[in-house]
Each structure stands twice: as structure tokens, then as C-alpha cells.
């Protein structure tokens, strides 16, 4: 089961324009995370943002969280050709005796062009 | 960060014979492994939790009979695909976290698995 839902689903913009990318979830959480993957490889690691914080930067990125809303926003600034890949938020779910597994978002597909 | 590698990254083979994937953590002792998997155009979705030395935990609806996982080690884990059909082709991603504290994960490059 996918814990997170993305809006929008697909994103075109044109270079140099911001992109923002919408992430809402259901249960309580420990992280959400942001992975970027491009077409056919493997995920990279964006950023994490913990429970208790509220935004977190990094480079051209930003996240957002709100907890009591249950939803996160990455937003990316003067997007780049290579920002073109499939973006997913992840949640960590709370637990502390072992590693907590992670749920997938269901991704959004974005294309700058050029 | 922590480097987590998969072996093989594209495995070819024919339907009804078996697959062995390896997941290991190169530079840091993972009490937990996560195995996804991954159909083109759609997100990842967790198949297995597997704690060193113990049994996984499947999710709902993946058969545990043919996904064997094993985590024998804090360094590795491995996930056999037994008498894989073509719809078992699939991108196949495993990572690995440890407990405590914010419990981040480390992904691996993920493993392409082409069942003819």
C-alpha cells in the first residue's frame, strides 16, 4: 500500500521557472524524505526533513512540512534541464526498535523544458 | 553517506528458473534491510522487512514462498525470486537502515530483472 499521494501527477515547466511538488500522507511519521529517480536508475537521496522541524534547505531545493496538515511540498528554483526525472516523497513511519520502513509516495513526473 | 550495493544490476533470465539478488551495506552494519520493487511509469513498493537473524515481514499481497529473503548477516541480504514468470520482471531496489534515532535508510542502485 503507498502511504503518500503526490499532486500533480506530471509537471512540465520552462527552464529557469520554480517547480513545486505537493506530498500529503495519512499516519503519523518519524521523517519524510524526498528522492529524485531518473528514468530507469536508481533513487537519489534529496533531502530529509524530520517530524519536528518545519523547512528545511537545500541548494536550489525546499521543503516544507506540516504535520497537523499531514503534508510536505518540495519546491525546486530556477529549474534546470536536468531536474527532468520522477520525484517521490517517502515517509518513515515512527518506531524506534529497529529500523522503520519507509512508504513511497506515488511520484511525480517532471519535464523542464528547454 | 552510507553505500549500500546490489548485485547484479540487470539479470536476464528464463521463466520458471530462479534469481538470487544481494543487497549489502558496504560501510556500516544495517540492523534492517527493505526490499522494493518497482514496475515501469509507478513508484516503489515495499515487498519485505527483514531484521538480521530473523525472519522477514511481508507485506500484504507478496508471497513470502516466492520472494525468499534472508538477512544473515549485518552486512548482507538477499532476496531469490523462485520460478520467476515474466510478470516478475520488475526493478527490484533494496535498502538499508539502522534503529534508533531518525532511522534514515540508504538505497542501493536497484537491480533490473528481465523474465523471458
Known amino acids: 500500500s503507498q502511504q503518500g499521494e503526490e499532486d500533480p501527477q506530471a509537471l512540465s515547466i520552462q527552464e529557469g521557472e520554480n517547480a513545486t511538488m505537493n506530498c500529503s500522507y495519512k499516519?503519523?511519521?518519524?521523517?519524510l524524505q524526498w528522492y529524485r529517480q531518473n528514468s530507469g536508475r536508481g533513487l537519489v537521496h534529496l533531502i530529509l526533513?524530520?517530524?519536528?522541524?518545519r523547512e528545511k534547505h537545500s541548494g536550489r531545493l525546499r521543503v516544507t512540512l506540516d504535520t497537523s496538515k499531514k503534508s510536505s511540498s518540495l519546491l525546486i528554483t530556477a529549474s534546470r534541464a536536468a531536474d527532468t526525472a520522477s520525484y517521490f516523497c517517502?515517509?518513515?513511519?515512527?518506531?524506534?526498535?529497529?529500523?522503520?520502513?519507509?512508504?513511497f509516495g506515488s511520484g511525480t513526473r517532471l519535464s523542464i523544458r528547454p | 553517506g552510507a553505500v549500500v550495493s546490489q548485485h547484479p544490476s540487470r539479470v536476464i533470465c528464463k521463466s520458471g528458473t530462479s534469481v538470487k539478488i544481494e543487497c549489502r551495506s558496504l560501510?556500516?552494519?544495517?540492523?534492517?534491510m527493505f526490499w522494493y520493487r518497482q514496475f515501469p511509469k509507478q513508484s516503489l513498493m515495499l515487498m519485505a522487512t527483514?531484521?538480521?537473524?530473523?525472519?522477514?515481514?511481508?507485506e500484504q499481497g507478496v508471497e513470502k514462498d516466492k520472494f525468499l529473503i534472508n538477512h544473515a548477516s549485518l552486512t548482507l541480504s538477499t532476496l531469490t525470486v523462485t520460478s520467476a514468470h515474466p510478470e516478475d520482471s520488475s526493478f527490484y531496489i533494496c535498502?538499508?537502515?539502522?534503529?534508533?534515532?531518525?532511522?534514515?535508510?540508504?538505497f542501493g542502485p536497484g537491480t533490473r530483472l528481465t523474465v523471458l
Open positions: 526533513i524530520r517530524s519536528n522541524e
Open positions: 560501510d556500516f552494519q544495517a540492523t534492517t
Open positions: 535498502s538499508a537502515g539502522t534503529s534508533g534515532g531518525w532511522n534514515e535508510q540508504f
Open positions: 499516519t503519523s511519521i518519524n521523517n
Open positions: 517517502a515517509t518513515g513511519l515512527r518506531g524506534y526498535s529497529s529500523a522503520s520502513k519507509i512508504i
Open positions: 527483514s531484521n538480521e537473524g530473523s525472519k522477514a515481514t511481508y
